[in-house]
């Protein structure tokens, strides 16, 4: 019985690495279905950009409502451009009072 036990599980093996193998390929190769890597978020949310900017949850909402951090507003969430925040940071590195 072992044994029987044994060679079935080397039966398998392969059968599985076929069904891995063929389901990778087709996912990739159907552009559908396939990951787009090429894109990256224009925006990150509030709570990200504070973690980023070292401060915490509450004071960077507050921070965006007031324009100190720059966001839109989708709806109801809050977003705040990657590109924008970037200029602020370099902005404010030159002039650190501004």
Aim: charged share 20%; proline share 6%.
């Amino acid at each position: 019985m072992k044994q029987q036990i044994v060679k079935n599980q080397k039966n398998i093996e392969p059968t599985l690495k076929n069904a891995i193998t063929t389901s990778i390929e087709t996912e990739t190769d159907h552009p559908a279905t396939a990951p787009d890597t090429t894109t990256e978020c224009l925006t990150i949310s509030v709570v990200k950009a504070g973690v980023l900017l070292g401060v915490a949850r509450g004071t960077a909402y507050k921070a965006v409502r007031s324009g100190d951090i720059p966001g839109i507003k989708v709806r109801n969430r809050w977003v705040v451009p990657l590109e924008a925040l970037h200029a602020m940071l370099a902005a404010r590195s030159r002039d650190p009072w501004a």
